[in-house]
């Protein structure tokens, strides 16, 4: 358990960018003598192995296990809810263990639509926060889903539901980390003002007091300095007021013509 949470750590505060070879030279370094193949197989069983090389194939080749899409965020115009979600998991160290959450922010409102609490970090962790955001806003076709490029948003199961629902999925390139800032900036406000002020009894309360922050707190009450001090719930509302015909609309894409 020590050993399987400390290579999950280190995957996680490396975004999924190393491979088993670094984890265990950065275990070594951590004082945990292990052997590389031990540590493969464990970042297999957790699905935290690197896609970089599959990254590099064809993205047409039929074969290939993960495809990895177009940055489709940074060609979009956001002017109303439920155009862009952006999508992105983070862990949490409860007790002797980490645990691990996936989140669905919409890029307009900044709202968070959807999210997951588990001990795992599997594709259903990802799967079922998705499944809330789509329960609870029900997008109309054309609603661009953005990701890294993390195995649990490339696997078959998330892509198939993406498309079941007309969604076009959109990825980041490795090392720019920008379309994910909406994301990355709600995570560390969550454990600066939830997950590090707070010590939680087991995962039943640490889901408790996560679930009272994200949809009490955070969308109805909390002032957003991107919004104009406003929360999500309320910009949505006088953005819905003020322009009927952008909000809840589908997005449009703009292509450039290669020269």
């Known amino acids: 358990m020590t050993l399987r949470s400390a290579i999950q750590e280190i995957v996680l505060e490396h975004r999924r960018r190393y491979g088993y070879r670094r984890v265990t030279a950065e275990l070594r370094r951590r004082g945990i003598m292990v052997n590389r ?3 493969a197989r464990m970042m297999q069983a957790d699905n935290l192995l690197g896609i970089q090389n599959r990254e590099l194939r064809l993205a047409n080749n039929r074969d290939d296990e993960l495809e990895i899409y177009l940055n489709l965020a940074s060609r979009v115009k956001v002017c109303g809810p439920n155009q862009v979600w952006i ?3 983070t862990y949490i160290r409860l007790n002797t263990e980490f645990v691990y959450l ?3 922010l919409d ?11 588990n001990r795992a970090l599997q594709a259903r962790l990802a799967l079922n926060a998705l499944e809330k955001a789509i329960m609870n806003r029900q997008p109309a076709p054309g609603l661009v889903h953005h990701s890294d490029q993390g195995v649990q948003y490339a696997c078959r199961d998330y892509v198939r539901m993406l498309r079941d629902h007309r969604m076009m999925p959109s990825m980041s390139r490795p090392g720019n980390p920008y379309d994910n800032a909406k994301c990355e900036s709600f995570m560390k406000s969550l454990k600066q003002e939830e997950i590090y002020a707070n ?6 309360h640490l889901i408790e007091s996560v679930e009272e922050f994200i949809e009490h707190y955070y ?3 909390r002032l957003h300095s991107a919004l104009g001090y406003r929360p999500p719930e309320e910009f949505e509302k006088e953005s819905e007021q003020g322009n009927a015909e952008a909000s809840f609309a589908a997005s449009t894409l703009t292509y450039c013509k290669a020269r």
């Open 107 to 117: 890029a307009f409102s900044r709202k968070v639509v959807g999210w997951s609490l």
């Open 37 to 39: 193949k031990r540590v």
């Open 199 to 204: 010590d939680y009894r087991d995962l039943e």
């Open 87 to 89: 999508a992105d998991i």
């Open 219 to 221: 969308n109805r009450c």
């Open 102 to 104: 996936a989140v669905v």
